[in-house]
């Protein structure tokens, strides 16, 4: 871009369009610059005294390591300053009372993906902005759609900031010399159709009918009578792979599975994919968990779990088709025969 613009500038120019708009852009001044630490921390890692040692587990049954703890204090020190109500961490059980009378709430994780810093590997912070209720606890049980904004943070090669607010997606990267977030790219928008599916393949043996139906047309490619040949992509971090889904479109599926663990999906809906489908909306995307519309679910626990369907247009509709052509009570077996003919491709 031309013009040099930074994070503050940029939410200064939109405060009078934000609902709580001065509150907001306190919120997310305090993400930006706790990620700034957060950054720096990661970078050095095992020099700043980070080991990646397991420590206990999180509220959800999660291991935690030592630079989980670090991030949660990094952002949740951070989210004192700024007028909120509550703030609900992954690494806490319950959502933490800082101001009752305050205007929004937060849900964050503060550190997603923090087992693939051993490889170094791209990890991040996810956040959800919402307006408080009448009850402040009550907040974080509204449906998705109830978010102001949203967004994430990708500590790789570049910091980079990604901020779905006032109807539109922008990106930000971290000018470390001046140690601001500079704007790079203006109403980001997902490409309506990649030939590019992301998924955990060595799963296949525990999908639901439809997701092994999805799956085997997009390997079948053209020599099954489709339009495309598909390439997959994994990387297992989901700050990093919703940031691919940005540049690049195509589709990003973790979804719901035989296993127990599974059953229920395994991101879970607060600060992790109700945050992901309003950046995703916004941008022109979508994200659903087979069957519905990730934003009008609305938690019934603190730390819910639920699948995660999200990416191109194109691709999440061929994806809900497939569901949709095919009776829940087939979830659990093989897809029936009409389902594998191609029905996907025939939306097209």
């Known amino acids: 871009m031309d013009e040099r ?43 700043a005294g980070i080991t990646g040692r397991l420590g206990g587990f999180n509220s959800d049954g999660d291991r935690q390591t030592d630079i989980d703890l670090a991030a949660d204090t990094i952002m949740q020190r951070a989210l ?21 009378g305050a205007p929004l709430c937060i849900a964050i994780d503060p550190l997603d993906g923090s087992a693939n810093l051993e490889n170094n590997i791209s990890v991040g ?51 470390r010399r001046t140690g601001e977030f500079m704007l790079t790219e203006r109403g980001v928008k997902i490409a309506h159709d990649t030939p590019e599916f992301a ?8 999908w639901h009918g439809p997701v092994r139906a999805y799956i085997d047309q997009c390997l079948a490619g053209t020599s099954g009578n489709g339009e495309a040949d598909f390439n997959m992509r994994w990387i297992g971090s989901l700050v990093a792979e919703s ?25 879970r809906l607060l600060y992790e994919a ?29 730390h819910q779990r639920v699948p995660l369907i999200m990416g191109s247009l194109r691709g999440v509709r061929d994806v809900a088709a497939i569901h949709d052509a095919i009776e829940p009570m087939f979830d659990n077996s093989d897809a029936p025969l009409f389902a594998r003919r191609g029905l996907f491709l025939e939306s097209r």
Not at 19 to 41: K, R, Y
Not at 80 to 100: G, Q, T, Y
Not at 243 to 267: H, M, T, W
Not at 276 to 301: C, Q
């Open 5 to 47: 613009v930074t994070l503050r500038s940029h939410l200064d120019r939109s405060v009078s369009r934000t609902p709580n708009g001065s509150a907001v852009n306190a919120v997310v001044e305090a993400v930006a610059a706790a990620a700034i630490e957060l950054a720096d921390l990661i970078a050095h890692g095992p020099l």
């Open 80 to 100: 004192r300053i700024p007028a909120v109500a509550a703030v609900l961490s992954e690494e806490s059980e319950l959502p933490e009372i800082f101001d009752a």
């Open 125 to 175: 912070t996810i956040f959800s902005i919402r307006p408080r209720g009448n009850d402040v606890l009550s907040t974080f049980f509204e449906p998705g759609t109830a978010q102001c904004a949203a967004g994430f943070v990708v500590y790789g090669p570049q910091t980079k900031l990604i901020l779905a607010i006032n109807g539109d997606v922008d990106a930000f990267v971290l000018d």
């Open 199 to 206: 998924i955990n393949a060595s799963n296949r043996r525990h």
């Open 243 to 267: 940031l691919r889904i940005l540049v690049r479109g195509g589709v990003f599926l973790y979804p719901a599975d035989a296993r127990p663990a599974y059953r229920e999906g395994r991101l």
């Open 274 to 302: 109700h945050p992901m489908a309003l950046v995703m909306e916004w941008a022109g995307g979508a994200a659903i968990t087979g069957r519905r519309r990730v934003l009008e679910l609305a938690a019934k626990t603190p």
